[in-house]
């Protein structure tokens, strides 16, 4: 087992940053991939970063590249996600995730995980 718990969610204004933590233990080396995911009220969850964890190649949803950033601290066990120039459309519960075995088709699927965090609320406000 995996255990993931998410920290750094809050309330900021538009254009404001966030950087949201998750903190991984138990048989994180059963793990390739961790995955940064949210999900806004009455939609469906979706993938916004991952990283390979061995490789460290990183992926990103359109809707965040280039404002969201994930990255790892191996020595932690613990990813980040920077997020920048935020918009009231990035408001949703953020979840973190981790995922094993054979590499998927779609990193940002989440299907593709594993084990997952509770959640941190990001709010963004106009």
């Known amino acids: 087992q995996v255990q993931l718990v998410e920290s750094g969610g809050g309330s900021v204004q538009y254009g404001g940053s966030l950087r949201l933590s998750c903190a991984a233990s138990?048989?994180?080396?059963?793990?390739?991939?961790m995955g940064w995911f949210r999900q806004a009220p009455g939609k469906a969850r979706e993938g916004v970063a991952a990283?390979?964890?061995?490789?460290?190649?990183?992926y990103y949803a359109d809707s965040v590249k280039g404002r969201f950033t994930i990255s790892q601290d191996n020595a932690k066990n613990t990813v980040y996600l920077q997020m920048n120039n935020l918009k009231p459309e990035d408001t949703a519960m953020y979840y973190c995730a981790a995922g094993g075995g054979s590499w998927p088709p779609r990193v940002l699927d989440r299907y593709a995980y594993n084990y997952w965090g509770q959640g941190t609320q990001v709010t963004v406000s106009s």
């Open positions: 138990g048989r994180t080396y059963e793990t390739n991939r």
């Open positions: 990283i390979a964890t061995v490789v460290y190649s990183t």
